[in-house]
């Protein structure tokens, strides 16, 4: 099982989106609802992390990621999951 450590390990990217991850394998991104944070899924890193690459995501003005200028749509969600997935060089996921 995962510890800690391995939940603790956190990223950024460039456009100030906060993200956790751990483990190696078949990736899988963990999105959460309105109102919570990457935060959430926790025991589900906790159990997946020895077989998978497991990725969860602080949404648009959740969590450490903030909120646009704009006021944001269903698809500036959408494409803010696309930019992660770019940034860590990913193509498919499962979700």
Not at 68 to 88: F, K, M, S, T
Request: include cysteine.
């Amino acid at each position: 099982m995962a510890d800690a450590s391995t939940w603790a390990r956190q990223g950024t990217t460039f456009d100030g989106t906060c993200f956790i991850r751990a483990g190696a394998g078949t990736p899988v991104l963990f999105i959460h609802g309105v109102g919570m944070n990457a935060a959430i899924w926790q025991p589900q890193f906790e159990r997946m992390a020895d077989s998978f690459d497991v990725i969860a995501i602080d949404m648009l003005g959740h969590g450490q990621s903030p909120l646009p200028p704009q006021h944001p749509e269903l698809a500036d969600y959408g494409d803010q999951a696309i930019r992660l997935l770019d940034h860590l060089g990913l193509d498919r996921v499962s979700v």
